[in-house]
Structures are given as C-alpha cells and as structure tokens.
C-alpha cells in the first residue's frame, strides 16, 4: 500500500484510521517543520512511537528522573552500564533494582500516548507509510488500537479548551482547601498503578468524558502530589498521567472546590498572561473566520444542491480535487454533527446509524456521503458521544 503526501490533503486521523481498518503492518513517517516522528504498526495496532527529534527532557530516563522514580545519580549510573553493556537503558535499570519492571512499562506506555496525541496538534507536515516488518515487544509497551488513539486524540482536541480556562500556566500552583471524600471503592494498592490504569483505561475515558466533575483515582492521584511549591509542570511530572489528564484533574478538583489555584507573580506570571491572551485571540480569530468559511460553504452547498449530484463510482473522484472534497466534507460533517446533536436532544441519545437521520427527516441520503461516494463512518460510544470521520477513499 503506497501512502504518502501531505497533512493539508490527508489529516493524521484519516491515516490511522486507514492503517487500522485495513490492519496494515509497517512504518509511518511523519515530519513537521523541526518535528519527526515514526509510528510503527502491527496488524493495524500501534507498537511503538518514537519521536527522532525527541527533545532532551522528553528522553525516558530524564522523565523518570523527573517523575522520582530513580535518582540523577542512578540514572548516571545506568547509562555508564548502558555504553559498556550496550544494552536497553530499561533493561539496566531493572537490572539494577533501580526500578520495577512494571513501573518502566507505564512510563514508556506514557511516552508513547504523549508523542501519539501530540500529532493532534499538527496543523501540517508530510507522512509517508512503509510496509515492512514490525516486531511487538509486548515488554515495553501494550499494543494501543488506531481507532482508541482516534477517540483520544479527538477528546483532547475538544476539551483543552475547556482545560486552558482553568490552567492558563505552567506556573500556576495549588493549595488545598477540603479533603477528598473517602473512595466508595476498594483503592489499589499502589495509588499511582491506579491513577495510571484509570487515566488510560478505555472505560474510565468513556465515563468520564466531557464532564469537569467526576472524582476518581487520577485526581486522587494529583491532589495527593499537591504541595508547596510545585506547579503544573511538577505536578504532570510526578503523576505520570500525562499533560492532558493531569491537567483535566486539576480543573475537576477546581470545580468542586478542593483545591484553589495561586497564580504567579512577576514577570513570569506577565509573560505567561500576555501569553495566554495571544492564544485565546488566535483561538478566537481562528473560531471567526472558520464562522465566516462555513456559512461560506453553507451558501455554496445550498446553490449546488448536493441532491442533484450523481455520486456513483466516477463522480466523487471527477467532481474536484482532494484538497476541495476535503473542504466540503468539513462543513458536510459540521452539518451532520449538527443533526446528530438535535436528534439526541429530542430522542435522548444519540442514534445507532446514521440513517436514523434521514428516517426523522433531519438530513437527506445524500447527505451521508457528499461530497464522497461512500457514506461517513460513524460510531456511537455512548448516549452522548460519537465518532465522526470521512470514509475510507
């Protein structure tokens, strides 16, 4: 399968989502501007993902050094072993009883969901996806479904700015103010294996989504890390949950008044509010004109009158070029999203199949698949979420 080209005609969803249904096996190279990372792919799975310009902190031994799970002189130490030895850092540092097995594993899982989801962010660059051999080391990490990663990455993309609201800095530090009730349920025994199964844990997500208010074993996790001193950026660190949910759990504890942010002082604290205010105008201005595009659309497609368009097998592919199929399809899907929304609020949840809405009138067939011959792929993941995505082409 030869795929290659650039994240302007081809997003970094449709690509995962195409691996993973067809379960392909192979490399995906992906570069954006400074930035380079590989993806490997077993069956359709993701096995591993490794940044090559991974930055210096970002490096597992420096993360566990951040995280307090080995020292800086144990971490020296390993590596000394490792340029004799020429063995895998992890494996020397299990060696040496410096750290369990299991706690490396959650830490390069993390590494690796940090570099998946961070690809959410791209806004363009170029891929390129090689079949060739794979080996899963089942070891380091536990092989991570395309379409789990789709609905991560697209519950992230949707809730940082939520999240940015409430954590407008790096330096922002916490105090508590009430204790946490007590835990309906049986803690595990070690309360970072729990915040770290729950964080990544495909139910938990599924519950959890969208809802700023819940309690559970990642905020149980941050709050207890909370103390003088330490800000966002330690907090992340010693969690091992990862920026989004570290983050997420925050802004629940802030809700529900357990804990109180302190914001920073002096310069830093003005550099990072005047910071924070030039992201809010981009994302207001990006929210503007991306207004005035759909409602541009929206005429055009209401002069076209997708109705009358023949889509059979030619159609789609003579109609116009990628990049304008594309275009359409973004507003086609704001459109059916819309629809998806009010059928929910009329029936209760959200429909089974896409046809739903055209049996209740909201849309017509067509408009299941303009500007594309093949109907949207969509699933529902529970009463109120849903995936949404362009077919397979």
Known sequence: MALSGTLKDFGIADILQLIGQQQKTGVLYLKSKEQEVQVFFRDGNIVRAESVTRKRKDLIGNML??????????????????????????????????????????????????????????????????????????????????ESVLMEGFRMVDEWPHVRKKISHEAMTFERVKELPASKA??????????????????????????FKSIGSSERRVYGLIGPGRDVRKLVDLSGLGEFETCKALV??????????????????????????????????????????LVALGFVGSRLKPDTWD???????????????????????????????????????????????????????????????????????????????????
């Open 311 to 393: 889509l059979g097998d030619e159609s789609a592919s003579s109609y116009a070029d990628p990049a304008a199929q594309r275009l359409l399809a973004r507003a086609q899907q704001a459109r059916i999203e819309s629809a998806l929304e009010v059928f929910r609020l009329e029936k209760g949840n959200l429909p089974e199949r896409l046809d739903a809405l055209v049996e209740v009138g909201l849309l017509q067939r067509e408009d299941l698949r303009y500007p594309w011959r093949d109907d949207y792929y969509y699933r529902r993941t529970s009463d109120r979420q849903f995936i949404l995505l362009p077919p397979l082409r």
């Open 186 to 211: 049986k803690e595990k025994e070690d309360d970072f294996d729990a915040a770290f199964d729950d964080a990544f844990s495909e139910e938990k997500k599924d519950e959890n989504k969208g809802e």
């Open 252 to 293: 629940n504890l802030l809700n529900l008044e357990y804990v109180r942010a302190i914001q920073p002082t002096g310069r830093a604290a003005s550099a990072g509010g005047a910071g924070m205010l030039v992201r809010v105008g981009g994302m207001v201005a990006r929210g503007v004109v991306t207004m005035v595009v």
């Open 65 to 146: 050094v951040r995280a307090e799970l080995i020292s800086e002189q144990q971490l020296e130490s390993a590596l000394d072993v490792q340029k004799r030895t020429l063995k895998r850092l992890g494996d020397v540092l299990i060696a040496s009883g410096f750290i369990t097995a299991e706690k490396l594993k959650q830490m390069m899982q993390l590494q690796v969901t940090e570099t998946l989801y961070g690809l959410f962010s791209w806004k363009a660059g170029t891929y390129e996806f090689k079949q060739e051999d794979v080996q899963a080391d089942g070891d380091s990490i536990t092989p991570l479904r395309a």
